[in-house]
């Protein structure tokens, strides 16, 4: 669970009353009563906080619903700034704030080498035996964030137009694709590219990429009333996790 700053906040004084407490409870007789009632109020504090948290999240979640409502009904009408579109092309969604991501090595590691045993032979002249090779290897791949910008999604490709660079996806030309949880991140590589990208973003209540690519692929594949039901589906189902959320 990710606290919010205000909940750090809160547990940071909840811990400063310990330590007091602490303090009182070796020097004052009614210290003890203190340290004993401390612990029960960071329960509590505790307990709030979490549900504060998930309240919070409920509220982000029933705001991105409202947006798929929106387009369910068929109002896709975006604000993409300046974008051109080819003959056919039309464009579905635009997301802001997307972070682009690479699978990137950060360097190299070296290790196995011996520096061997050096001696004085002579005045001046000094001999190593015993030194043995190193192995330098390439440090395994992670996602590394290279830029932040937006997003637009059309019937026939993705274009990712940033601070310091510009992607673009032709979904004819995607060989695979996956996302995780809610869609927060969504991975693509295409046959033109050697390296997969990756689009971060999680901004209430802006859909996230999957979602986005669902609807998307939904209209290049039956138009805009595919589109449509694609994200009554996703509505539905996102209130039904909101749901059982809510239950527990």
Not at 60 to 88: H, M, P, W
Not at 145 to 161: K, M, Q, Y
């Given at each position: 669970?990710?606290?919010?700053?205000?909940?750090?906040?809160?547990?940071l004084i909840v811990?400063?009353?310990?330590?007091?407490?602490?303090?009182?409870?070796?020097?004052?007789?009614?210290?003890?009563?203190?340290?004993?009632?401390?612990?029960?109020?960071?329960?509590?504090?505790?307990?709030?906080?979490?549900?504060?948290?998930?309240?919070?999240?409920?509220?982000?979640?029933?705001?991105?619903?409202?947006?798929?409502?929106?387009?369910?009904?068929?109002?896709?009408?975006?604000?993409?700034?300046?974008?051109?579109?080819?003959?056919?092309?039309?464009?579905?969604?635009?997301?802001?704030?997307?972070?682009?991501?690479?699978?990137?090595?950060?360097?190299?590691?070296?290790?196995?080498?011996?520096?061997?045993?050096?001696?004085?032979?002579?005045?001046?002249?000094?001999?190593?035996?015993?030194?043995?090779?190193?192995?330098?290897?390439?440090?395994?791949?992670?996602?590394?964030?290279?830029?932040?910008?937006?997003?637009?999604?059309?019937?026939?490709?993705?274009?990712?137009?940033?601070?310091?660079?510009?992607?673009?996806?032709?979904?004819?030309?995607?060989?695979?694709?996956?996302?995780?949880?809610?869609?927060?991140n969504l991975e693509?590589?295409?046959?033109?590219?050697?390296?997969?990208?990756?689009?971060?973003?999680?901004?209430?209540?802006?859909?996230?990429?999957?979602?986005?690519?669902?609807?998307?692929?939904?209209?290049?594949?039956?138009?805009?009333?595919?589109?449509?039901?694609?994200?009554?589906?996703?509505?539905?189902?996102?209130?039904?996790?909101?749901?059982q959320a809510q239950?527990?």
């Amino acid at each position: 669970m990710k606290l919010s700053g205000g909940q750090s906040c809160f547990l940071l004084i909840v811990l400063a009353f310990i330590i007091v407490g602490f303090q009182a409870a070796v020097q004052t007789p009614g210290g003890i009563a203190i340290l004993l009632l401390l612990p029960i109020a960071m329960l509590v504090g505790i307990f709030f906080a979490v549900r504060n948290s998930k309240r919070k999240h409920i509220s982000d979640l029933l705001a991105q619903a409202s947006v798929l409502d929106k387009l369910a009904g068929g109002d896709f009408s975006v604000d993409t700034g300046v974008f051109a579109t080819g003959e056919s092309e039309e464009v579905v969604l635009h997301l802001n704030n997307i972070t682009l991501k690479e699978y990137r090595s950060n360097g190299t590691s070296y290790s196995g080498g011996y520096g061997g045993v050096s001696f004085r032979v002579a005045k001046g002249v000094r001999a190593n035996v015993g030194r043995t090779a190193g192995q330098s290897t390439r440090n395994p791949e992670v996602s590394t964030p290279l830029d932040v910008g937006g997003v637009t999604f059309t019937n026939e490709r993705i274009v990712f137009a940033g601070h310091n660079m510009v992607r673009e996806w032709d979904l004819a030309k995607i060989v695979s694709m996956s996302s995780d949880d809610n869609g927060v991140n969504l991975e693509l590589a295409v046959s033109n590219r050697e390296k997969s990208s990756v689009l971060n973003g999680k901004h209430y209540p802006e859909l996230t990429p999957g979602m986005a690519v669902t609807i998307t692929l939904a209209w290049q594949k039956g138009g805009k009333k595919a589109a449509m039901e694609a994200a009554k589906s996703m509505a539905v189902e996102l209130r039904s996790t909101i749901a059982q959320a809510q239950a527990k």
